[in-house]
């Protein structure tokens, strides 16, 4: 007998699990080395471990790469409509989710013919923490 095997039926391997949970105790995104650093003392020893579990969990949205910063960060949202937008902390490095199912309507309203085929969507400035702090040092 043949099992075929779906996305739904994939059992997840530990060391998706070892990497989801390292991230979703993050503060912010993290890089697949600093992932592996707080991986050390597990089975998951080389980089390609990190970055092939990194794929399979983009894949379940179950993870978001930030593009501009080459980091990663655990999807905090139930689902999505559209890809995940970020606002990026400056100064601290922190990173938030955002729905941008608005801004990508709007910029999709406009038809000039293009295609878009994938969109990342990072805003960079200070968090509130950081603004507050830049704002009393002042």
Same mark, same amino acid.
């Given at each position: 007998m043949v099992?075929?095997?779906?996305?739904n039926?994939l059992k997840?391997?530990?060391?998706?699990e070892?990497?989801?949970?390292?991230?979703l105790k993050?503060?912010?995104?993290?890089?697949?080395?600093?992932?592996?650093?707080?991986?050390?003392?597990?089975n998951?020893k080389a980089?390609?471990?990190?970055?092939?579990?990194?794929?399979?969990?983009?894949t379940?949205?179950?993870v978001h790469r930030?593009?501009?910063?080459?980091?990663?960060?655990?999807?905090r949202?139930e689902?999505?409509?559209?890809p995940?937008?970020?606002?990026i902390?400056?100064t601290c490095g922190?990173?938030? *989710?955002?729905?941008s199912?608005?801004?990508l309507?709007a910029?999709?309203s406009?038809d000039?013919g293009?295609k878009?085929?994938k969109?990342?969507?990072?805003?960079r400035?200070?968090c509130n923490?950081?603004?507050?702090? *830049?704002?009393?040092?002042?």
């Amino acid at each position: 007998m043949v099992v075929e095997k779906t996305p739904n039926t994939l059992k997840r391997s530990s060391n998706e699990e070892q990497v989801y949970g390292v991230l979703l105790k993050a503060t912010g995104s993290m890089s697949a080395y600093e992932i592996l650093t707080k991986l050390q003392n597990t089975n998951v020893k080389a980089a390609v471990q990190v970055y092939r579990a990194l794929d399979r969990l983009i894949t379940q949205n179950r993870v978001h790469r930030i593009e501009s910063l080459n980091a990663f960060i655990a999807c905090r949202c139930e689902s999505h409509s559209s890809p995940a937008g970020f606002y990026i902390c400056d100064t601290c490095g922190s990173a938030c *989710e955002f729905d941008s199912s608005p801004a990508l309507g709007a910029l999709h309203s406009v038809d000039n013919g293009f295609k878009v085929q994938k969109a990342s969507i990072e805003l960079r400035g200070l968090c509130n923490r950081c603004a507050s702090t *830049e704002a009393r040092s002042q």
